[in-house]
């Protein structure tokens, strides 16, 4: 293994450290549900009409709930 192959893999292995740390830091806020069928749908279409992921149209629609 050259000193380039070794430095390029000793910094893959601390991004995914790092990764690792920033995702336990998350994991108390992270929170999993199942939607029925027409909820889900509804979601998809408030997503798909703001071109937003799941995360973010569930932040926004928590936060309007919430505020």
Do not use: P
Request: glycine content about 0%; charged content about 35%.
């Amino acid at each position: 293994m050259t000193d380039d192959e070794m430095h390029a893999a000793m910094a893959a292995e601390l991004a995914k450290q790092r990764q690792a740390l920033s995702d336990e830091k998350r994991r108390a806020n992270h929170f999993q549900v199942r939607l029925d069928k027409q909820l889900a749908d509804k979601l998809r279409d408030y997503m798909k009409s703001r071109d937003m992921n799941a995360n973010q149209a569930l932040q926004i629609i928590i936060s309007k709930f919430f505020n």
